[in-house]
């Protein structure tokens, strides 16, 4: 079970009085903080027959009484996790693994964009949560709690998650429902009104960077600002290739071609690649380096790019601070747009064109 450093605190909250804990719970937080890991392994503590205390104080499964064994072979009859729908307990590219235990299985930023599979479903249709009926309605197997994990809660259909707040509102007797969302004023104000809502706020730069390096991350000090400070999505990042492919990314951004095509080929040679780098990834890194510019403009300080301080100074000295703000607000849309893009050369010059308007110097 994984419960991170910079979680620890929001635990021992949590389990002080283990038994009057609520019949629901919203754990929120941007992604790759360890909310999916934090919900498991909470699961499995309240399931667990036989609760043990760790060096660190944190009270945690045994990891080998009946109800922990079946949490790890995900059999646990007193346990369901509902997922987006074609995923389930096959997912990896999720917050956690669906093992509970492997660290190593990584937290990710989006299924779909993970697999670039248009075809794999990114809600949790009412179905599903009508299949939870029997499970709900009936008696627990071990006479204890039953708890249900909904990841991510902001992808239920306004429908499931209507039969959800049915559920809510009037509780059967010791069912715990964990809602885990990236997203969380997505969701119905009536839902999250039913919750105990837990944040998850992002770590230190030193205690994310210490815990990365620790782990034997390389680069920890670069990946940290650029994940937007959230360590396991750090951590993923520095498995693969993506600190070089975003570095050729944002080449671009530091040596712009006055010609928006031109600058889109670059950048379409790095999504057609063999590297895991897409159109979300894109956007959300030009989205990163404006907010860095107005930052920079506004505060001297930066935020994401702390390696490519002198890269922005220089452009962002040339550039309009309200053509940097409608940028951004371009960039919001763009981004509402960009898993199905109609067509994906056309797209990619339009981000390029929005990055150049926005250099344009003020002459006025």
Known sequence: MNIYPWNEERWRSLLNHPDTLPHALLLSGSQGLGKLDFALSLAARLLCEAPKTQENGLSVACGHCTSCVWMAAESHPDFRWVDIEGEGAENTNEESSASHSDENKS???????????????????????????????????????????????????????????????????????????????????????????????????????????????RDAAMLVPLAAGAPLLARDWAQGNFLEVYRKAVEGLTHPSADPVSMAARWMVLINGKDDFDLQQLVESVQKWILDMVQWKMTGSLRYHLNWKEQIQALASKADLSALFAC????????????????????????????LRSLKTNNR
């Not at 479903?121 to 499970?135: A, C, E, H, N, P």
Request: with cysteine; aromatic share 6%.
């Open 107 to 217: 937290e990710a930023v989006d299924t779909e964009s993970k697999t670039k599979s248009a075809k794999k479903s990114t809600k949790i249709g009412i179905q599903q949560i009508r299949d939870l009926s029997d499970f709900i309605y009936l008696g627990s197997h071990r006479h204890g709690r039953r708890i249900v994990v909904v990841h991510p809660a902001e992808a239920m259909t306004l429908e499931a998650a209507n039969a959800i707040l049915k559920i809510l509102e009037e509780p059967p007797a010791s069912i715990c429902f964990i809602l885990v969302s990236h997203e969380w004023r997505r969701l119905l104000p009536t839902i999250r009104s039913r919750c105990r809502h837990i944040t998850f706020e992002q770590p230190s730069l030193k205690q994310a960077t210490d815990w990365l390096s620790s782990k034997g991350v």
């Open 328 to 355: 951004h607000a371009d960039l919001l849309k763009l981004r509402g747009m960009v898993r199905h893009p109609l067509n994906t050369q056309l797209f990619v010059e339009s981000l390029a064109a929005l990055y």
